[in-house]
T-cell receptor, first 112, second 115 residues
Framework: QKEVEQDPGPLSVPEGAIVSLNCTYS??????FMWYRQYSRKGPELLMY????GNKEDGRFTAQVDKSSKYISLFIRDSQPSDSATYLC????????????FGTGTRLQVTL | DTGVSQDPRHKITKRGQNVTFRCDPI?????LYWYRQTLGQGPEFLTY????????KSRLLSDRFSAERPKGSFSTLEIQRTEQGDSAMYLC?????????????FGPGTRLTVL
């Protein structure tokens, strides 16, 4: 079993929909949680960075962390075709110079 | 833009050849990471530098792999005697100094194809 599980999709939604992306993890020691967006054949781009449980909002993006359930989510409001990409969750044990453990990524397609 | 840069972007080589990749981190970042990503998977950690010191290496980093960061600025990743299983995207990331600063910013990657 992988440390971080993520549904690979693909997930197809119409433009304007609310998208929910999720990851579960097994290591309760993870403290820092991130979401990256990766376009095809490009490097990952950091979208959200959160510590411990709670919510964080940035524009159309909201990240949620529920450490008691070992479950994190990324919500995208008013989805756009430009949001079509692979979304990777990542987590680390500490907030200082710690390797990231990634999920496999969920491929999202936003259609017109 | 002074983001993370990697060179080359693509490399095709024959099995058994040696290859070297370069990463230039964001200028004020003292921490540098290498990851490997295969198709349909998330990136996997390979190794990490703080300044010029290599502080952690993954079991994925076999003895055919070596990474250096001689002056604490750019880093190189060398793969000797390449194998077809080495075909992947090699990603470099950097993060700034200080506590609570594990935000890692990635470069565009070097895509390696071993024939």
């Amino acid at each position: 079993q992988k440390e971080v599980e993520q549904d690979p999709g693909p997930l197809s939604v119409p433009e304007g929909a609310i998208v929910s992306l999720n990851c579960t993890y097994s290591n309760s020691a993870f403290q820092y949680f991130m979401w990256y967006r990766q376009y095809s054949r490009k490097g990952p781009e950091l979208l959200m960075y959160t510590y411990s449980s709670g919510n964080k909002e940035d524009g159309r993006f909201t990240a949620q962390v529920d450490k008691s359930s070992k479950y994190i989510s990324l919500f995208i409001r008013d989805s756009q075709p430009s949001d079509s990409a692979t979304y990777l969750c990542a987590m680390s044990l500490t907030g200082t110079a710690s390797k990231l453990t990634f999920g496999t990524g969920t491929r999202l397609q936003v259609t017109l | 833009d002074t983001g993370v840069s990697q060179d080359p972007r693509h490399k095709i080589t024959k099995r058994g050849q040696n290859v070297t990749f370069r990463c230039d981190p964001i200028s004020e970042h003292n921490r540098l990471y290498w990851y490997r990503q295969t198709l349909g998977q998330g990136p996997e950690f390979l190794t990490y530098f703080q300044n010029e010191a290599q502080l952690e290496k993954s079991r994925l980093l076999s003895d055919r792999f070596s990474a250096e960061r001689p002056k604490g600025s750019f880093s190189t990743l060398e793969i000797q005697r390449t194998e077809q299983g080495d075909s992947a995207m090699y990603l470099c990331a950097s993060s700034r100094p200080g506590q609570g600063s594990n935000e890692q910013f990635f470069g565009p990657g070097t895509r390696l194809t071993v024939l």
